[in-house]
């Protein structure tokens, strides 16, 4: 808000114009691949890291710190808003989110408590610690969709197909309109905490969406995630969007008012480009698979992904999804220094 990182690469692309070097950060840049984070999160579990504001804050820093990224993203994790919610739900080592009974009623939704502002306090001083420390680099802010969280709350936990979700849309429209008005509220209030604390962009993660058709995103997600980034449209940040298995909701998903529109490793930059207009911003999207391959299969892979995203009118280097855990931090490093001097050649 005080205008420190406005001109930073990162916003500067997502607003649309072309800095002289690439911007790039990584979707799960702070997590397992780094040997700094596995150590500090010694017995300490998932959700009780990302609601300690120190460790939340030491954690998002340590990515920015290490790869020299052009934006720290901030530790949390999509269910937390859940849990500040009051709901049952913890995250199981090798499984992910699991919650202690799912949500599939009309009295199970009517059960669901408001998120209060005062719960928000752990993630809003987080924040708040962590911009301090970055300066004139940009936090950005994240939460999971409506759509995606109504997933793990339907399924009571991870899902390949989140066919009873999918059941629930049909089948008890009432019902599933009630819980995905209550997950945009609790979304949008976990998106405008972040900013109201310093971060200069918001992420909005469908990581399931693409398990839909167009036609039932539009009628039956797509108001509800438009609700959700309506919480952080006073405050004029940009909203970046991303989803997994989404080439063919790409235009849908952009026009609930998002600015720039994240590509999973799926579909080549050049293709989005053209499906959305050039005039988009784009984020992506190098295959996360490729990131154990030789170096010079994987630096041909990223200079290819930076060309392609030369097509739309601004570009974000990023993965196609996030980082899995076994990669080599320095592998990283490097695709940050690679990307800052091929933009810097092609200035």
């Known amino acids: 808000m005080d205008g420190r990182t406005a001109d930073s690469p990162i916003i500067r692309a997502y607003r649309g ?3 002289d070097t690439v911007p790039v950060w990584f979707m799960r840049q702070a997590g397992r691949s780094l040997p700094e984070y596995r150590a500090l999160r010694v017995g300490t579990k998932m959700l009780d890291a990302c609601l300690n504001p120190e460790m939340s804050s030491e954690i998002s820093l340590q ?3 290490r790869h020299g990224v052009d934006a720290g993203i901030f530790f949390s994790d999509i269910v937390v808003p859940l849990k500040l919610a009051g709901v049952d739900v913890d995250i199981v080592p090798g499984r992910g ?22 719960a928000l306090a752990p993630i809003s001083e987080g924040v708040a610690r962590t911009v301090a420390q970055l300066g004139t680099t940009p936090l950005i802010g994240f939460a999971g969709a409506p759509f995606t969280l109504a997933a793990y709350l339907v399924e009571g936990g991870p899902s390949k197909d989140h066919l009873r979700a999918r059941t629930l849309m049909h089948a008890d429209p009432l019902v599933w309109d009630a ?17 109201l604390a310093g971060a200069s962009a918001v992420q909005l993660f469908d990581s399931w969406v693409g398990s839909l058709s167009v036609a039932d995103y539009e009628s039956r997600v797509a108001p509800f995630s438009r609700q959700a980034i309506a919480h952080v449209a006073d405050l004029a940040v940009p909203v ?27 579909l080549p930059l050049d293709t989005a480009s053209a499906r959305l207009g050039a005039a988009v911003p784009l984020q992506g ?10 170096w010079p ?3 041909a892979h990223v200079l290819d992904v930076i060309a392609r995203g030369r097509t739309a009118t601004s570009h974000v280097l990023n993965l ?12 990283l490093t490097r695709i940050v220094q690679l990307a800052h001097r091929d933009g810097a050649a092609h200035a």
């Open 17 to 19: 114009d072309r800095p």
């Open 63 to 65: 990515p920015v710190r």
């Open 97 to 118: 989110p699991v919650l202690g009974a799912p949500i599939r009623s009309a009295a199970d939704v009517a059960a669901l408590r408001e998120l209060a502002p005062d």
């Open 179 to 195: 819980l995905l008005t209550w997950a945009a509220g609790v979304t949008g209030a976990f998106l405008r905490a972040q900013v």
């Open 240 to 266: 970046v969007h991303f989803g997994v298995g989404t080439g063919e909701l790409l235009r849908s998903m952009h026009a609930i008012g998002a600015d720039v529109m994240g590509v999973d490793d799926r």
């Open 285 to 294: 999207n190098i295959n996360p698979a490729m990131l154990a391959a030789p």
């Open 297 to 299: 299969v994987l630096e």
């Open 320 to 331: 196609g999804h996030g980082v899995p855990p076994e990669t080599d931090p320095d592998v």
